[in-house]
C-alpha cells in the first residue's frame, strides 16, 4: 500500500534577516530557526504491501539554527 502522512505536534520557528546598505556595499545578515528548534516537517509511514505492517517511518527534520552573511558591492 501506499504510505500515509502522520499526525505531529505544532511547533513555532523564528527567522531574522536584515541588511545595511549605502550606495556601493550592501551587507545582509540572517538567521533562521534562531531557538535551533527540534522538529520535524513531515513525518510518513511505508508500509509492507502484502501485511499492511508498518516498515520504515520516513522523518524529515527542520534544519538546525543557520547563520550567515552576504556581502555586495558595485564597481
Known amino acids: 500500500g501506499a504510505g500515509t502522512t502522520l499526525p505531529q505536534e505544532s511547533y513555532s520557528v523564528i ?3 536584515g541588511d545595511v546598505s ?3 556595499w550592501t551587507v545582509r545578515v540572517y538567521i533562521k530557526n534562531l531557538a535551533d528548534k527540534r ?3 513531515n ?7 502484502a501485511t499492511g ?3 520504515k517511518i520516513n522523518a524529515v ?3 538546525p539554527r ?6 555586495d558591492a558595485k564597481f
Do not use: C, H, Q, V
Open 15 to 17: 527567522d531574522l534577516n
Open 22 to 24: 549605502n550606495d556601493r
Open 39 to 41: 522538529a520535524y516537517t
Open 43 to 49: 513525518l510518513s509511514s511505508l508500509p509492507n504491501a
Open 53 to 55: 505492517e508498518i516498515m
Open 61 to 63: 527534520p527542520l534544519a
Open 66 to 71: 543557520t547563520i550567515g552573511i552576504g556581502f
